[in-house]
């Protein structure tokens, strides 16, 4: 195929044919081969402006056209991570290719990813988060292993607290709430606090379909011990593992405060 905006560096034709799977750029007028990496082949021109295009076309909802300019970028860079997102979100959710979106995070988990593409895929993320629902673990694993080093901490943390609160409070049930993520809340919430998502959870006590609240069954004895067991008991260890002192002091407060009142409207000795 040809690629817009590169030349031989042998004898600077724009004669070229370029293979994407082996990202061999060869020329036509000299004959000489190049390797090209990921990072040079993203920065390319024309792979910059259909990646925007995608993008843009994407926040507002216009999933046709985002795919088509996806498909511009693989077409250069095969392995792009915010385009492999569109696509195999467009198939998921527009052509109804169940299991499209679960291989992308499978497909991009062992890419290194430029601060570029993370960066996008969060705006991706966050731009379709009514769908993320059955993805929270995949999302937030993605993200975190991309954004490791204290200097990202704050913008993670923002990410986080943006996305997370939202599906939480869209959780159709406790089940939401199982031991990978909550290892995951725990670990983020050490390492950067997560102090909306935290306050997220301890108005799920409350607010949760299966909280005892919701429909004022505290006389069925078996379903609210399970309640407190599998979700206030862990919503304590994620508030626990916050790391800046003075947050964690007033959120344990608030925790031991509900905690307390649950187990007295449960008659939980």
Do not use: W
């Not at 088509?68 to 569109?86: E, F, G, T």
């Not at 939202?166 to 809340?185: A, G, P, Q, V």
């Amino acid at each position: 195929m040809e690629l817009g905006g590169l030349q031989c560096h042998g004898c600077g034709s724009s004669n070229v044919v370029f293979d994407p799977k082996s990202r061999i750029l060869a020329c036509n007028q000299c004959g000489k081969e190049e390797y090209y990496s990921r990072a040079t082949l993203n920065a390319n021109g024309k792979v910059m402006f259909s990646k925007e295009n995608a993008i843009s076309f994407f926040a507002e909802g216009k999933f046709e056209d985002s795919q088509h300019y996806a498909l511009d970028v693989l077409n250069i860079s095969k392995d792009n991570a915010p385009a492999l997102y569109i696509m195999a979100y467009y198939d998921e959710f527009v052509r109804k290719k169940e299991g499209s979106f679960k291989s992308f995070f499978h497909e991009v988990e062992d890419l290194a990813l430029e601060y570029d593409e993370v960066q996008e895929i969060k705006k991706l993320l966050l731009a379709s988060a009514y769908n993320m629902v059955d993805y929270e673990e995949d999302a937030l694993r993605l993200i975190a292993v991309n954004m490791q080093s204290e200097e990202d901490s704050a913008d993670l943390c923002d990410f986080v607290d943006k996305l997370c609160p939202y599906l939480i409070k869209r959780r159709s049930s406790m089940d939401f709430l199982t031991n990978n993520l909550i290892e995951i809340y725990e670990e983020l919430a050490e390492h950067c606090d997560i102090p909306k998502t935290c306050f997220a959870l301890l108005k799920a006590i409350e607010e949760n379909p299966d909280s005892p609240y919701t429909s004022n069954c505290f006389y069925l004895h078996s379903k609210t011990r399970y309640f407190y067991d599998k979700f206030i008991l862990p919503v304590g260890k994620i508030i626990n593992a916050i790391k800046t002192r003075e947050l964690k002091d007033k959120f344990v407060n608030s925790y031991l405060k509900k905690r307390e009142k649950y187990k007295e409207d449960a008659n939980i000795q």
